[in-house]
């Protein structure tokens, strides 16, 4: 295959990687039709061949859209942090892959805004304790929760933003965040 740029997350795709993180996805790459890029999740759209990944001036943005972006920034953290701990103490072994690959392509995410934003370090949140829910079945129905609202996020500061580019990577992300409540939705 043909080496492909995510624009969004500024990775090459390449017959060394695109099977990536494949339980993230409800009908994952194959060699010779690549749908997503492995490592944020976005769709073929924005995998080009010779892309240029999306940056942004910092002088061209807001004090809000910065907000945004922080926010979005801990928000994709949170949920990479959770995916980590809940794909250690769910039972079933796909589930456990899966969240395991969910929460890679949320730490992309947050990598994503830490560029954008022109933010020094990824955060380091507290833990919650996770321990409080037992069954897969209740890990999958937070995880769902919080899928749904980085969607509802997106979509609405997505909206608010001083910057085009940021607005089109918000609305890519969105449409990722829509996919993993259908996936954690499956079992
Ligand atoms: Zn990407």
Redesign the pocket.
């Known amino acids: 295959m043909e080496t492909l740029k ?1 624009i ?4 090459n795709i390449n017959d060394n990687n695109y099977k990536f993180n494949n339980s993230a996805f409800i009908d994952g790459n194959k060699n010779e039709y690549i749908r997503y ?1 492995p ?4 769709n073929e759209v ?1 995998l080009k061949e010779n892309g240029e990944t999306y940056n942004v001036e910092l002088s061209l943005l807001n004090d809000n859209t910065i907000k945004i972006l922080d926010h979005a920034m801990k928000l994709e953290v949170f949920n990479g942090d959770f995916y980590v701990e809940a794909s250690k103490l769910v039972k079933d072994t796909a589930l456990k892959k899966r969240f395991w690959d969910l929460s890679k392509i949320e730490y ?1 995410h947050a990598n994503i805004h830490k560029r954008l934003g022109s933010f020094k370090e990824l955060p380091h949140l507290n833990k919650p304790d996770y321990t409080r829910y037992v069954t897969d079945k209740e890990f999958l129905k937070v995880a769902k929760q919080r899928e749904e609202h980085a969607v509802a996020f997106y979509n609405k500061y997505s909206k608010q933003v001083s910057s085009t580019i940021v607005e089109k990577v918000l609305k890519a992300l969105s449409k990722v965040e829509k996919e993993h409540i259908i996936l954690v939705n499956t079992k």
Request: with cysteine.
């Open positions: 995510c969004i997350c500024g990775m890029c490592f944020c999740g976005v924005y992309m």
